[in-house]
């Protein structure tokens, strides 16, 4: 499995920006994605997952919940963050994940991670 993300950038306080994270290497059925993000001097944290299949499920972190939103295109085979009213403290490298079943907020419960991809956001 592999997992390329991209939509990282340098973006003002307010604005937006989308991630997008492809999964290739094998089919997915009961699979869920995830993004998880790690600020400088931090460990990593949860952002969001969804489930691959099905009818969406999702679940937030309570620091972006409200301004964050998931989503998957099973078609593709890309799962999506959609950031809205980005603040400074949303700076950190983002991560996608996928794991089998349902999503988790913890990180060790995924075993496929892409490499990160930069938000930077200014005040």
């Known amino acids: 499995v592999q997992l390329q993300a991209s939509g990282g950038g340098l973006v003002q306080a307010g604005d937006s920006l989308r991630l997008s994270c492809v999964v290739s290497?094998?089919?997915?059925?009961?699979?869920?994605g995830a993004w998880f993000r790690q600020a400088p001097g931090k460990e990593r944290e949860f952002v969001a997952a969804?489930?691959?299949?099905?009818?969406?499920?999702?679940i937030y972190a309570d620091s972006v919940k409200g301004r964050f939103t998931i989503s998957r295109d099973s078609a593709k085979s890309t799962v999506y963050l959609q950031m809205n009213s980005l603040k400074p403290e949303d700076t950190a490298v983002y991560f996608c994940?996928?794991?089998?079943?349902?999503?988790?907020?913890?990180?060790?419960?995924?075993?496929?991670w892409g490499q990160g991809t930069l938000v930077t956001v200014s005040s």
């Open positions: 969804i489930s691959w299949s099905g009818v969406s499920s999702t």
């Open positions: 290497g094998r089919t997915f059925n009961n699979y869920a």
């Open positions: 994940a996928a794991r089998a079943f349902a999503p988790s907020r913890t990180s060790v419960a995924y075993n496929n």
